[in-house]
């Protein structure tokens, strides 16, 4: 007698995410544990080049799975460059399982591979939180570059302060010695003369 088998649950809900409905955890979701499977109708890649939307799923050279159907919930997996799953191709099926142990409420994403980041996520800058605190350190560094140089800029514009007290003495000082080499000078010239005229 064959055992009936235990209906799937899914281990997340659908909620609102960054950038917009994402899949949350609803229970702790084990290292290497099944996710969900991505499903849809399986095109080949030529029909597939025809249809314009992103939830193509390329399962090798000759097939792709169109997951644009709203029954697959897999389809809300949103990507990250630093995910807590992963998806797997077995045979013409693609599973998403998890990499890691998964807390309940945290997001579960997976990287979408390096084609659909560069058509779809860079040019409009990806979401994900490492790219979020990636611009945010390099945006807080141009600001402290920034305040360095017009700091530096300051400083260079500011003439040298010189003490008034040291440099008035010090003129006070070589005023008082010239003015007393010329009087001697003077004196040594009156004396000279008078003793001149008194040998005429």
């Not at 997996?77 to 077995?90: I, L, M, T, Y």
């Not at 945006?139 to 514009?157: S, T, W, Y």
């Amino acid at each position: 007698m064959l055992r009936a088998r235990k209906p799937f649950r899914r281990a997340y809900r659908i909620g609102r995410s960054r950038t917009g409905l994402g899949c949350f955890a609803t229970r702790e979701i084990q290292k290497n544990e099944l996710i969900d499977t991505y499903r849809g109708q399986l095109l080949s890649n030529e029909e597939a080049e025809k249809r314009d939307n992103r939830y193509m799923f390329e399962v090798n050279s000759r097939w792709t799975i169109d997951g644009s159907n709203r029954r697959n919930l897999a389809r809300y997996f949103n990507h990250s460059c630093r995910p807590n799953a992963e998806s797997d191709v077995k045979g013409h099926k693609v599973i998403i399982t998890a990499r890691r142990k998964i807390k309940p409420g945290e997001e579960i994403t997976y990287d979408y591979g390096k084609d659909y980041f560069d058509i779809f996520l860079k040019p409009v800058g990806c979401k994900c939180d490492k790219c979020l605190e990636k611009r945010a350190a390099e945006r807080a560094e141009a600001r402290a570059k920034k305040l360095r140089a017009e700091r530096r800029a300051a400083l260079a514009g500011k003439k040298p302060q010189v003490k008034r007290g040291k440099v008035g003495a010090t003129k006070a000082g070589k005023t008082s010695k010239a003015t007393k080499t010329s009087k001697a000078t003077k004196a040594t010239k009156a004396t000279k003369a008078t003793r001149a005229r008194k040998r005429k």
